[in-house]
Structure formats: structure tokens, C-alpha cells
């Protein structure tokens, strides 16, 4: 039996709309993702289990991990031997933590590795991306591409290989605090501007441009003041309960930045500190989650999806 591993992500990571995501690594080692198990047998199976796994639909053609198999088999690799294929959904459903992101990227890795396909790293993110789309109701790469890959992936069709990674100060902290409710991504983008203004448009892209660039250059603190989203928070806060209380009470304990987490409702603060971490992290317990939701702080994570020995 193979293990395939997946890790949570922030898409957008508020200065880059549906271009920029970064991967989650709690600091305690905690696994924040799907998990994927896959074997040799002698018909296709699947299974879904782990804490989220009821709240996925029990048929399992309407697992996008099941159909990420069926889809496997037809288009890339029709000989495959059969085989049984688990899927420990262990991230909550309409989080914002990229947890369709990754299920597929888990079944993808684990489908490649285990067939021999060697599929390249275009053709895997493009399979990837195709799946992404179906559900979330755009086709966005920003949670795909950190959990394949790792890091923070500036990230979209335009892109050079559809993903660059960017250097990411070694200081931060990241505080994500789910609440414990879903909030459905498509719902989230019917939400958007359907356009921008120039001005707008002429911000959007100097403030992304600025803040990729002053990464390249080291200038971490120069970068995160530039840490605005003008594109779709304003229209997704009022769906958060407690997002507004939470953006202006954080930054009194320090946190640089508090921003939502892809479509919501987690929210994520950085923090250049692991005190002022601790300190956001309590604040997020007692006034953000219910009863459903936890938090974590968390380190980029630098490896991506990967196979568990
Ligand atoms: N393995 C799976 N993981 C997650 N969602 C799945 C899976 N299989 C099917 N779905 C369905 O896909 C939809 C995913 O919705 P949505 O895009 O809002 O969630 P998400 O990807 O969990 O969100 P986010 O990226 O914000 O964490 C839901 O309707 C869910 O039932
Ligand atoms: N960029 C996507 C991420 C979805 O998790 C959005 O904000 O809708």
C-alpha cells in the first residue's frame, strides 16, 4: 500500500487574486491536508473515509476523487492494472484551505506514481487545474499548484509553466482559523465584481507586480505592507460572521496581515513573530471558531504533495 500526502493551501493570499497561493505546514507537524492510499487489486475500488468524509456525497461518482480515477483511466492510462484507492478526507469541504484542490492532487500524484506514467509537471497541473474547475466554477490554479508543488506559487495560464515559485520571508507565521462552517466557493465568486475599474484594475496589478518582485529582492517587509485585497474581500466579508471583528482586532496584537484564506470563511493572519502568532491564535479561539472549527499556526510548507513512508 502507497501514501500519498496533499497539504491545505491559501489561495489568492490576498494581494493576488486567483494568481498567487501558498502552502500550509502546522509548526506541531500535523498532516493539514487529504490523504491517499492506493494498491494493486483485482478490480477498481474506492473508499472514502477520515472526519470529513461524511460530508461528501456517498455515491462515489460524485467523489472528485473517484472520478479523478475514472478520468485516469480512460484519458492517460486505459492498461492500468486495477486498483483500490482510499481517500482519507481529513480537510473540511468549502473551507477555503483548497480542500478539492487536495483530493485531486492527492489522486493525481498517487495515479501517477503508481501507474509508471511519469506525466510531466505541465501535463500533471493541467489534469490537476480540469478537476479544480468543475466545482469551484472557474478555472484558478492557486490552490493547485501550491499543493503539488509547495511553496508560494505565483500561479495562472499566463505564467511561464503555469507556476513560479516565490522566495517567502524564513520570520513568517501564518495563523489560519477555520470557524467551523462551509462556505461553498462558486457561491463565493457569485459574489465578485463582475468588473473593475481602471484605477482599480491599474492598483490590483501594481500592487501584485511590486510584491512579487520586492520577494525576489529579499525586501519581506517591504512586500507585506503592500498586502491589500481590494478585489474580493470587500464582497466576501459580509458572508464571514466575524471576519470584520477579526480584521480589526488582530492587528492590535500584532499580526501584519489579515486576510481570508482562498473563497472562505478560514481566515489567515501573518505574523512575523511566533509570539504575536500564539497571541492571534488565542484571540481566533475564543472570538472566531465554533465549535466545528480549529486553527493552526502554520510555516510554508517548501515540499508539496508527497508520498508518506
Ligand atoms: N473529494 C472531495 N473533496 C472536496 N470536495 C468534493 C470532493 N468530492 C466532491 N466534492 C464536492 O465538490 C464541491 C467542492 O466545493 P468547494 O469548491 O466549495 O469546496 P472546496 O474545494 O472544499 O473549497 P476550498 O477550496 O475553499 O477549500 C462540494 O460540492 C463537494 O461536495
Ligand atoms: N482564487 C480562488 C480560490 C478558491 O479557494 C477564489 O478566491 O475564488
Redo the contacts with the bound molecule.
Sequence with gaps: MRKFYAPASI?NFCVGFDSLGASLAPIDGQLLG?VVYIEQANDDRFE?IGEYAH???TDPK????F?CLTHFRAQVKSDMPSVSLT?E?K??????????????VATFAALNAFAGTELSQSQMIELMADF?AK??GARHYD?ITPCYLGGLQLTAELVPDRALALPVDPNWYIVVAYPGF???????RSVLPATLTLSESVEFAQRMSSFCTLLQLNRFDEAVVLMQDNVAEPSRSPLIEGFKEAKLSLPELGASVVSIS???P?LFALCDSLEIAQKCQNWLKSNYLNEQGFSHICKIDSMGTRELV
Excluded: F, I, R, W
Aim: charged share 15%; with cysteine.
Design positions: 489561495g487529504d472514502c460530508k461528501l456525497p460524485e467523489n472528485l476523487a472520478q481517500l478526507k480537510l473540511p469541504v468549502g473551507s477555503g484551505l483548497g480542500s478539492s484542490a487536495c483530493s485531486v479544480e466545482v469551484s490552490n462551509a462556505l461553498n466557493t462558486s457561491k463565493a482562498g473563497a472562505g478560514t
